[in-house]
Every structure is written in structure tokens, then in C-alpha cells.
């Protein structure tokens, strides 16, 4: 199957197959969240992406393989309903943002900072910290040693524009220019990033479009 990253609440995942890593994309929960399962190729290791909703479901997704680790991209309570469930159990650490772990009712084994490092078995993830949706928001990129990298977004980014910000003029600022440091300056066309909500999409067809989200304000 070819992956193209569209899912729905209630459907089949999605599963993209990489050299190192295998990652698989499911929507759970009435918010139609995203929760990606990464598994090494070489260990069997598997770390979850928000354990957003249906910890049925996910547990299902994760299968007898286990679940080392837990991130969570953001402390709204729609990215970790199923958090208490799948952590208790799959023994699994948890991860998070430093300055959004208050805000998750399960305790966060690793808080996370800028730069930090993620692994799944004999892979890495870097912790890249996006303030403004929330401000411990983190997302978590991939560079894959065989091709593009890829990049999990959370909800600091998504096709179309940055995350919602509530109206603060100051959050928005601050999320445009993380995004646009973090993310854009830095990372080729290329780099294919899933977000927390709806279809993927690449810092390529979303790079034209940045200059206007940040003239319309949102």
C-alpha cells in the first residue's frame, strides 16, 4: 500500500515503511487525532506519538511487541486521554515538553527541552521546542539516513498554517518565528511532517504560504 497519510477516526492506520524505522498513522477520538506508533526495523522497539484517545485501540495498535515510550507533543487534553490506560499498561516512560508537563495528569518520566534526543531502539528523534500553542509544545524530527526526514509535528503545525494560538497576538508571533526558525530555515523541501490533526504534508508545499500566515495573523 502506498502511504499518503490520510486517515480517518474509526478507519484502517496508515503505515509508511523507512529503513530504519516503520511508522504508522491512526486517527482516534471525536477530535480526529493522529497517534503515530514508531517501531525500530533492527529491535522491535516501539515509542507512541500522543496517546490522544481509545486506549483500546491503541493497545490494539501496539500489539505484543510492547511500548517503551510515550510522547506526548502537548498538554491540551485531547492529545492524552488514553495516556494514563496505554502508559499504565505497557510500563511504558513518558515524555513531554518541561513546560507543558504540569499540564499532563500523568506524571513525565523525561521532560523534554530544545535539542534533546528521543530514541526508538538503534533510531533518534531531536526534540525541536515550538512555543506558542502551548508553551511547552515539542516536535520530534526524524532524519532518516536513507532519505528525507521526516517531522511530527504535534499541533504547531499543520498544511495551511501554524497552530492555533487563541487569539494572542504575542503567541502567534512567538509560534511564527519558531516555525519559521526551527522548521523552515533549517529543513530542505523535502522533509515530510505529520502533524496532530488531518493529512501530512512537506515544509516544500507549505514554505510559499509562510510570509502570508504570518500577514493574515493566524
Request: hydrophobic share 35%; glycine share 6%.
Given at each position: 500500500m502506498t502511504y499518503h497519510g490520510r486517515v480517518t477516526q474509526g478507519g484502517p492506520p496508515q503505515v509508511r515503511e523507512l529503513a530504519e524505522l516503520i511508522v504508522t498513522k491512526m486517527s482516534v477520538g471525536d477530535?480526529?487525532?493522529?497517534?503515530y506508533l514508531l517501531r525500530c526495523r533492527r529491535t522491535d522497539e516501539q515509542l507512541l506519538i500522543d496517546a490522544a484517545a481509545e486506549p483500546d485501540v491503541i493497545m490494539r495498535l501496539v500489539g505484543d511487541s510492547g511500548l517503551?515510550?510515550?510522547?506526548?507533543?502537548?498538554?491540551?487534553?485531547?492529545?492524552?486521554?488514553?495516556?494514563?490506560?496505554?502508559?499504565?499498561a505497557t510500563g511504558?516512560?513518558?515524555?513531554?515538553?518541561e513546560d507543558d508537563?504540569?499540564?499532563?495528569?500523568?506524571?513525565?518520566?523525561?521532560?523534554?527541552?530544545?535539542?534533546?534526543?528521543?530514541?526508538?531502539?538503534?533510531?533518534?528523534?531531536?526534540?525541536?521546542?515550538?512555543?506558542?500553542?502551548?508553551?511547552g509544545s515539542v516536535a520530534l524530527l526524524y532524519d532518516d539516513?536513507?532519505?528525507?526526514?521526516?517531522?511530527f509535528t504535534g499541533d504547531s503545525l499543520f498544511p495551511g498554517g501554524v497552530g492555533n494560538t487563541f487569539g494572542d497576538a504575542d503567541s502567534f508571533r512567538s509560534?511564527?518565528?519558531?516555525?519559521?526558525?526551527?522548521?523552515?530555515?533549517?529543513?530542505?523541501?523535502?522533509?515530510w511532517f505529520y502533524p496532530g490533526h488531518g493529512n501530512d504534508s512537506t515544509i516544500g508545499a507549505?514554505?510559499?504560504?509562510?510570509?502570508?500566515?504570518?500577514?493574515?495573523?493566524?
Open positions: 477530535f480526529d487525532n493522529n497517534t517503551a515510550t510515550i510522547v506526548t507533543t502537548h498538554r491540551h487534553a485531547d492529545h492524552w486521554q488514553a495516556l494514563a490506560e496505554v502508559s499504565s511504558a516512560e513518558t515524555c513531554a515538553g508537563a504540569e499540564g499532563i495528569p500523568v506524571p513525565t518520566d523525561h521532560p523534554l527541552r530544545d535539542g534533546d534526543r528521543v530514541t526508538v531502539g538503534q533510531s533518534s528523534l531531536e526534540v525541536i521546542h515550538l512555543v506558542g500553542h502551548t508553551p539516513p536513507e532519505g528525507s526526514a521526516h517531522l509560534l511564527v518565528r519558531d516555525v519559521r526558525a526551527k522548521l523552515f530555515d533549517r529543513l530542505p523541501d523535502e522533509t507549505e514554505r510559499p504560504s509562510l510570509d502570508e500566515w504570518e500577514a493574515r495573523g493566524w
